[in-house]
């Protein structure tokens, strides 16, 4: 009997073999949690042709919007563990999500496994232009004498733009409040409205409004000052580095996927996002380049739930 499971299992991991080393044989699914032509879609569309051409079959999307990205995660977290099943994983899934929901759709420590981050986009504080407001550290200083008048905007509860200004009263010693709008482009519209006093909110957004003097970036969120906001520091500059912050994407798969299938794919897709071509396009739209393999993208998963968990815990947006 023990001899007849031994043979079973050499047999099942012989054609566990042949079927990585087959692979791909058919199209390969990635599950978006966004609506069509959001973000999450775009940078899929950026790599697919040239994974395409490297694997020699096409990658297509499958939309699954809902629950804060969490209904598409739960779903490619339970397809079968074959390479044809991806998910667009994210800040707010796979970072934020997974500590947001008291019952999350999936495990992060043993479902969803990392394949390669693509891409990430840097936060900036603005301000209305009107409002006087120069710098950030004018901006900490007005606050915190003016506390009845100071309101943030987010993209709506839970989001990085939400969590972001947690942080920020944290790191600053100030008590700003909340306002959640449904989605970045009415954060956006409450800045330009001059509903709430300031919001750190994704920066290419904004660049248009900047151009236009209708508002005023006062510090991005990443380490370095960035390529489309060069006049701007950086929040690592104005020394506030727990401040760091952007919204990322990457490729994750299904659980249970054979380690080879995932070197693969990670191979093809960061051979993409270093190609001439995408970066600069991953530029154009105002985000950069940053390209992992399935170790380091994991650890910067877990890097990025450990920096969220407290932040979430501490603003009461939990979520049943």
């Not at 994210?90 to 495990?107: E, H, M, Q």
């Not at 009263?169 to 519209?189: D, I, L, S």
């Not at 990670?266 to 390209?291: D, L, Q």
Request: glycine residues 10%; charged residues 15%.
């Amino acid at each position: 009997m023990v001899f007849g499971l031994s043979l079973l299992s050499a047999v099942a991991l012989l054609a566990g073999a042949a079927q990585s080393q087959d692979w791909p044989t058919k199209p390969i699914r990635v599950l978006s949690a966004g609506a069509p032509g959001g973000s999450s879609d775009i940078y899929v569309r950026l790599i697919e042709p040239h994974v395409r051409e490297k694997l020699g079959q096409p990658m297509y999307l499958d939309n699954r919007p809902g629950a804060g990205g969490m209904l598409a995660a739960g779903i490619a977290a339970g397809s079968p563990p074959d390479g044809y099943n991806l998910f667009v994983s994210n800040s707010a899934t796979n970072a934020i999500g997974v500590t947001l929901y008291k019952k999350p759709t999936f495990n992060p420590d043993k479902e969803l496994p990392a394949v390669a981050l693509m891409a990430r986009m840097t936060n900036a504080v603005v301000v209305r232009s009107d409002r006087g407001i120069n710098s950030f550290q004018e901006l900490v200083a007005y606050i915190k004498s003016n506390p009845d008048k100071a309101f943030y905007g987010s993209a709506g509860s839970g989001t990085s733009s939400h969590l972001s200004g947690v942080l920020f009263g944290q790191k600053t010693g100030t008590e700003p409040t909340h306002v959640p709008y449904k989605g970045t482009a009415a954060n956006m519209a409450g800045v330009l409205a001059g509903e709430v006093l300031f919001a750190i909110d994704n920066l290419p957004l904004y660049v248009p409004h900047v151009k236009s003097g209708a508002v005023k970036l006062l510090a991005v969120t990443q380490g370095t000052r960035s390529a489309l906001a060069p006049d701007v520091p950086s929040v690592v500059e104005l020394g506030i580095r727990e401040l760091e912050g952007y919204s990322w994407f990457g490729l994750s798969t299904s659980t249970g996927t054979p380690p080879e299938i995932i070197k693969k794919l990670a191979g093809a897709v960061v051979a993409a996002v270093n190609s001439p071509e995408v970066s600069a396009r991953i530029r154009e739209i105002g985000a950069e380049p940053a390209p992992m393999g399935p170790e380091e993208y994991d650890a910067f998963i877990k890097s990025e739930i450990a920096k969220w968990a407290p932040v979430i815990k501490a603003s009461g947006a939990v979520v049943d």
